[in-house]
């Protein structure tokens, strides 16, 4: 029998910064997203949604154009905090639901599913930072359909209204901001968890709707039998629509019922909802698995 020297080392150089082996798992999950088809259609199509706003912007302030269709400023919606909630931020709540629901559940299964895990952990890489990277997908691309083109249309309303538009609504790149991140936020990570324990991608998204479906059902069963709010606390759609009330300065007339529900509670809400999912994640991927 051959006896070799034992002379290997392991490495003993320097590593790279740990957010840097971040951005090696974001550009990876990136790319598998932006490789299917439905998906770069269904991105593109939703970049239509401002520019058809923007469209309009130039339309509500061209008088000309407005005179010669016989119409005026006073016919048409005031543009405030009210109309992006309205027209802006609830239609950027579908299409980021959407976008998750397609996404999120399906990003961490297969990695658990062929055993991978270990490998990545294997590395100078930690569940966290496996986390911050899949989640930054979503989260970039999230923050390109929905409170970046918000903020832009701001902008170009602000420039075409003048007369102190924007220090009037200077909330409103505040309030979209904060409610996309959240609604973002804790859906990722939610989605993130239902994928960590459902291999399939079909029954993983369907597992995804279901809670998310359940909860807003289960939160109207408790409202009906006991009274107050306490429904509310589990629905996560009334607390999205109690921030959008109170971030965006609307009324219950535009937005429909209003919950009875204090802001910091519905803030409170999807912070508790991210923790939840959060524990539940972090305790899914470990460095080793049972291969079956």
């Not at 150089?13 to 740990?18: C, E, N, T, V």
């Not at 170009?156 to 904060?178: C, E, R």
Request: proline share 4%.
């Amino acid at each position: 029998m051959a006896i070799f020297l034992k002379a290997y080392k392991g490495y003993e150089g320097p590593l790279s910064p740990s957010f840097n082996r971040t951005f090696v798992i974001f550009r990876y999950a990136l790319a598998d997203v932006m490789k299917t088809r439905f998906f770069t259609a269904f991105f593109v199509l939703s970049l239509l949604l401002p520019l058809g706003l923007m469209c309009f912007l130039y339309f509500y302030h061209n008088i000309e154009l407005l005179s010669q269709l016989h119409l005026s400023q006073y016919e048409m919606p005031v543009i405030d905090g009210s109309f992006f909630a309205v027209f802006v931020q609830q239609p950027q709540n579908a299409l980021l639901f959407f976008m998750i629901l397609v996404l999120g559940p399906t990003m961490i299964s297969p990695d658990l599913r062929n055993n991978a895990m270990p490998l990545y952990l294997s590395r100078p890489i930690t569940a966290s930072t496996y986390i911050l990277g899949k989640g930054l997908v979503l989260l970039t691309l999230g923050s390109i359909i929905s409170w970046l083109p918000t903020i832009l249309l701001f902008f170009v309303q602000s420039y075409l209204a003048g007369d102190g538009w924007m220090s009037q609504h200077w909330y409103i790149p505040f309030a979209s901001m904060m409610t996309c991140l959240l609604w973002i936020t804790s859906l990722s990570l939610v989605a993130f968890t239902v994928s960590a324990f459902v291999k399939w991608k079909a029954l993983a998204r369907g597992m995804f709707f279901g809670v998310l479906f359940i909860s807003s059902l289960f939160g109207k069963v408790i409202e009906n039998i006991f009274g107050g709010n306490i429904g509310d606390l589990i629905n996560i759609e009334s607390g999205l629509t109690v921030l959008i009330s109170a971030f965006y300065r609307t009324t219950s007339e535009l937005l429909g019922s209003i919950p009875d529900m204090e802001t910091s509670h519905a803030f409170m809400q999807f912070v508790v909802i991210g923790i939840i999912a959060l524990l539940i994640l972090m305790h899914r991927i470990k460095s080793f698995q049972r291969v079956s």
